[in-house]
């Protein structure tokens, strides 16, 4: 590999696993480019509080060899144009408009340095794969498998923790059933007769193209028969958590939330089986803080990632088909097809999360479309 061809992979949003599966599409890029990956987390990041220090690498073991600092030269070309030696620790305000980031002017540039900001999902590069690479002829989940499993080390402490709680809490009470509940979505209400005025802004793109591949299951609600009745966020779960304590006997259930409402739900119908990690959980109607000093970001990052890993080292999982931490779960290790569900409701092939409120119309029967239409004939008459 040459030592002066470089794919530098800027953070591409505020979400620490969001920002993971993007590395990993960069990391693909840069095999099939035949570049050196370096990754660069900024300060602006939601999990990096330390001035001039690489957010990756307060969790995450390098990449490479080389730091963002080996690649700053005066001597280098770099592409998209807009960058340069001299600006390439900056965010670049204008990244959202995508001009000189598509995937061809990516892959095709002969300058030293290419910078990529801006997330491709890994089956867009499907076409570029020759037969000659490693992940020929798999499929998108088994291509983000090879390159988590490849690339992404957690840092020697964080497993040291995860290793700890797993031994004392989870090991000798399996079977293990994890499953992930995002706080609920109040700002979300979606009227399903008026579907295509919905105008979601949640992190529907990183997964709706991969719903051909999906190992989750989905819950079709255009059957129900309930009249303008809101369905309650998150309530499908019990009933898939009851068809796992039933089938296979589950002894534990290693809970992931950020919501304190949530777990107290949980320990409350479930008793002694919830097991958690003690981390920052908020109210169902608080809000996330931002403003929070250096050491105390680290550990909120270590808190998601412990959970995660945890989740991983269960035995059946159950999580939200929209959310990116569920996603790492199942590319963190091989699932088999039955043990894992990623839920999200499905009405006219469009898909919503199960953390919001969706408003549901009782389908109409022929007897009723029939009456209906004797009805407006007399009006007319």
Not at 175 to 189: C, E, I
Request: hydrophobic share 35%; with cysteine; charged share 30%.
């Amino acid at each position: 590999m040459p030592n002066d061809r470089f794919l530098l992979i800027k953070a591409w949003s505020y979400i620490l696993w969001e920002d993971v599966k993007h590395v990993l599409g960069q990391l693909l890029i840069a095999e099939l480019t035949d570049r050196i990956p370096v990754v660069y987390w900024p300060t602006h990041c939601l999990h990096n509080g330390f001035v001039y220090t690489n957010g990756f690498e307060l969790y995450f073991e390098p990449i490479s060899n080389y730091t963002i600092f080996d690649i700053v030269k005066p001597e280098y070309t770099y592409y998209p144009p807009v960058w340069d030696h001299d600006n390439l620790l900056v965010e670049d305000q204008s990244k959202e408009t995508w001009i000189y980031r598509n995937i061809g002017e990516i892959m095709s540039s002969n300058a030293n340095v290419v910078v990529s900001d801006v997330y491709f999902d890994v089956y867009k590069l499907i076409p570029f794969i020759k037969k000659s690479h490693s992940a020929y002829g798999m499929t998108v989940q088994q291509i983000y498998r090879y390159l988590f499993n490849k690339y992404i080390k957690i840092k020697q402490d964080i497993n040291i923790e995860i290793e700890g709680f797993y031994n004392s809490w989870l090991k000798d009470d399996r079977p293990v059933l994890a499953v992930h509940v995002r706080r609920v979505d109040k700002d979300q209400v979606f009227d399903l007769d008026n579907y295509k005025k919905n105008n979601f802004k949640g992190s529907t793109q990183s997964y709706s193209e991969n719903q051909k591949n999906s190992m989750g299951k989905h819950v079709k609600i255009y059957k129900l028969r309930k009249k303008r009745k809101a369905l309650e966020p998150n309530k499908i779960y019990h009933e898939e958590i009851s068809k796992y304590i039933e089938k296979y006997n589950v002894k534990k259930i290693f809970l992931l939330t950020d919501c304190e409402e949530t777990l107290k739900e949980y320990q409350q119908k479930y008793g002694s089986m919830v097991v958690s990690t003690e981390c920052k959980r908020i109210p169902i109607d608080g809000e996330a803080s931002y403003m929070e000093n250096p050491m105390v970001k680290r550990r909120r990052g270590i808190e998601i990632i412990k959970d995660t890993y945890l989740a991983a080292k269960c035995d059946f999982f159950i999580g939200n088909d929209f959310s990116s931490l569920s996603h790492a779960v199942t590319n963190i290790q091989e699932w088999p097809n039955n043990n894992i569900r990623l839920l999200y409701y499905l009405f006219k092939k469009r898909k919503y999360p199960v953390n919001v409120e969706l408003l549901a119309c009782r389908k109409k029967s022929i007897f009723r479309v029939i009456t209906e239409w004797i009805k407006k004939l007399f009006k007319k008459d």
